[in-house]
């Protein structure tokens, strides 16, 4: 090679390397790159999560209904003798009383499941079978929309009125 050519081959690898160090100064944010990496990361982790959730929410479900049969089983012989006691009066308050409507709060939580707001609701008197309603629930898909808060709710509410009171659709 001779001296011209050898010194133009230098001066090519010099201003290559000034110009990528003005890139890498300039213009290269490592963090950038960086989060993009951890965003494919974190979309795939959510699918992920989503599963688990729904997961842990029909397992919380499930404890939370098999803890209430034991509450119920337990607190039934104690209901049979309150009721043998007080079973003339109520008799005597049902014939004077006539149906009225029943106004309750229902509260749910954070993170709580539709099984907690239609326990609640059996629980008050308001429905026969939280099974039913959670069914309606899951079967309009009303059952994800479910909002945390107080509402109140009354006894002469159908499913669908209690479900759109439940949203906060009211």
């Known amino acids: 090679m001779s001296k011209p050519a050898l010194r133009y081959l230098s001066l090519g690898f010099l201003v290559s390397a000034i110009v990528l160090a003005g890139y890498r100064l300039f ?4 963090q950038t790159i960086a989060s993009e990496d951890t965003v494919v990361e974190e979309s795939a982790l959510t ?9 842990y929410e029909a397992l919380l479900a499930e404890t939370e209904i098999a ?3 034991k509450e119920t089983a337990t607190s039934e012989p104690d209901a049979v003798k309150e009721e043998a006691t007080s079973e003339s009066t109520e008799s005597a308050e049902a014939e004077s009383s006539e149906p ?4 309750i709060t229902v509260t749910i939580n954070d993170g709580d499941p539709s099984s907690v707001a239609s326990q609640q609701l059996q ?3 308001l ?3 939280a099974f039913d309603f959670d ?3 899951e079967n309009n898909d009303y059952a994800a929309l479910i909002r945390p808060g107080s509402y109140e709710v009354s006894s002469e509410m159908d499913y669908e009125q209690l479900a759109n009171v439940l949203m906060g659709n009211n």
Request: charged share 45%; aromatic share 14%.
């Open 67 to 69: 803890n209430l049969e």
């Open 135 to 137: 069914g309606f629930l």
């Open 127 to 129: 429905i026969e079978d």
């Open 47 to 55: 699918k992920e999560e989503v599963s688990y959730k729904e997961k």
């Open 123 to 125: 629980a008050q008197g």
């Open 27 to 30: 213009f290269y944010d490592v």
């Open 100 to 103: 009225s409507e029943k106004k």
